[in-house]
Each structure stands twice: as C-alpha cells, then as structure tokens.
C-alpha cells in the first residue's frame, strides 16, 4: 500500500492542523492505520493509532484529548486533527499501515513520506 502524507505546515502554539493520510495499492481497511512523529535528535514515536475493523482508537499519553485519530474508509483516508498545538509538537509526522500493529514502528509494514509541523512559542 502507498500512503501519501499532507496537511503539515507552521502554525503558533494553541493553533491547529489537520494532516491527511491517502492510502492506495491494497485494501484499506485490511490495516490498521496510524500516526508517528520524529523530532529532531529524538526516535520516533507513537502519536495514535486507529483499528480497521470498529474504529478504535489509541493514543499516546500527551496527545490524549489534544489529538484525533479517523479514517474515512471511502476516501480510503486517515486523519490526525490536532489542536491546542504545543511547540514540543514541532516534528515530522508520517503515516503507517499495518496489519499486525500497536505501538511500535517496527511493528507498521507501510510509511508515507512525512509532512513537517512547526509549531512556534
């Protein structure tokens, strides 16, 4: 499956994005779908996740209540609505697609490309 990440961009703290995540090539809704976020110097962690068959969400614990997770199944694409943005948000956000998944990247068989947020003081 091919994802293809957009919606980054700069934005002052409090402010909100939504990033879109196109998937194409194989069935969408055979993966579970989720978002991932590399700082600078940091490893890249765990933002939220979303089930593929009833629609379950995960989060990580700082983005709980700030950040949203969906997918809409006929436009074979997730989202990540984030507000109340911090600037330790600031990071390149990618997709992932996989069939076996939870938290770890490891665990995701497809990537997108990443779209950068920029989130200033």
């Known amino acids: 499956v091919q994802l293809q990440a957009s919606g980054g961009g700069l934005v002052q703290a409090g402010g909100s994005l939504r990033l879109s995540c196109a998937a194409s090539?194989?069935?969408?809704?055979?993966?579970?779908m989720a978002w991932f976020r590399q700082a600078p110097g940091k490893e890249r962690e765990f933002v939220a996740a979303?089930?593929?068959?009833?629609?379950?969400?995960y989060y990580a614990g700082s983005m709980k209540g700030r950040f949203t997770i969906s997918r809409d199944s006929a436009k074979n694409t997730v989202y990540l609505q984030m507000n109340s943005l911090r600037p330790e948000d600031t990071a390149v956000y990618y997709c992932?697609?996989?069939?076996?998944?939870?938290?770890?990247?490891?665990?995701?068989?497809?990537w997108g490309q990443g779209t950068l947020v920029t989130v200033s003081s």
């Open positions: 992932a697609a996989g069939e076996i998944a939870y938290t770890r990247a490891g665990q995701y068989d497809y």
């Open positions: 090539g194989r069935t969408f809704s055979n993966y579970r």
């Open positions: 979303i089930n593929r068959n009833d629609g379950s969400t």
